[in-house]
């Protein structure tokens, strides 16, 4: 890649206040520019490419201050007044209280957030969540590269955090270096909700997905098993295989993409 289209991307940011008081957290987009992409889900179900049009993708996943800041505003997602359709027993239950997330980080991801929740929150920033061929491509850069899905060391180290224990709740989001685009905690912190989770095998219903882009799949025939390098992105394929959009979990959280941050006030280029 050009080293001038490279600096062009990745100085590109979106930012806009989340709203939060007496804090500096604000939600940073970096535009991430697409391509053909080699996913493990193939985009004919054999091995055809997936070809992803640029996006803005969050650079940190969302954090429990900004979450709180969210319930604030939208008391109809606060715990205890939401559906249970929507959101179910698991959700925020590790919080104190509806609008108390002690004894949790402030600068924590949220997680025990159901897909529906999440998606309204990142409707809350004009964007949706990330699906998976957008969140893959940008999850397959290291610090220096667009691709390190060949390179041991960097593998190495991401299945080392697969192989921790999860007895206790995420740390701080922001420690480990941005990657080549300049996003944060793609992998070593949480897992993260795509908008097409449950469209990656089956067909979703379309009453709970609306005209949600479904990713059209039998089984899981389709994934690239002979690739090893595979690995740790196909655990988090198996954990959203078996999600409802009604759950949430531990180490679940999410972060967003925006398509068209130009009509947006702030962009900066």
């Known amino acids: ?66 979450y709180l800041a969210f319930l604030r505003s939208q008391r109809h997602w606060q715990r205890g007044a939401v559906p249970g359709v929507l959101a179910g027993a698991d959700y925020l239950a590790l919080w104190s ?21 999440a998606q309204a929150y990142c409707g809350s920033e004009q964007a949706r969540l990330p699906r998976w061929y957008e969140w893959e491509f940008a999850a397959a850069a290291d610090e220096q590269h667009a691709d390190a899905r060949q390179d041991p060391l960097w593998l190495a180290r991401i299945l080392g955090w697969y192989s921790r224990p999860a007895n206790l709740p995420p740390q701080a989001i922001g420690l480990e270096p941005a990657n080549y685009y300049g996003i944060q905690d793609l992998h070593g912190l949480t897992w993260e909700w795509v908008e097409d989770f449950n469209g990656l095998f089956v067909s979703a219903d379309s009453r709970t997905q609306d005209e949600q882009k479904q990713l059209e799949f039998c ?38 993409v925006r398509e068209q941050p130009a009509h947006v006030s702030g962009v900066t280029q």
């Open 219 to 256: 089984g899981g025939a389709a994934l690239s098993l002979g690739d090893k390098t595979n690995y740790a992105v196909l655990i988090r394929l198996a954990l959203l295989a078996a999600m409802e959009a009604n759950q949430g979990g531990n180490y679940l959280g999410f972060r967003c």
């Open 1 to 66: 890649m050009k080293t001038w289209l490279k600096k062009a991307w990745t100085s590109a940011l979106l930012c806009c206040c989340a709203g939060l008081p007496g804090s500096a957290l604000a939600a940073e987009y970096r535009l991430v520019p697409g391509g053909e992409f080699r996913s493990v889900l193939p985009a004919d179900g054999k091995s055809s490419a997936a070809k992803i049009l640029p996006f803005w993708l969050r650079t940190q996943p969302i954090s429990n201050a900004e």
């Open 97 to 117: 209280a509806p609008l108390d997330f002690a004894p949790l980080q402030a600068d924590a991801p949220v997680t025990q957030v159901s897909w529906h929740a």
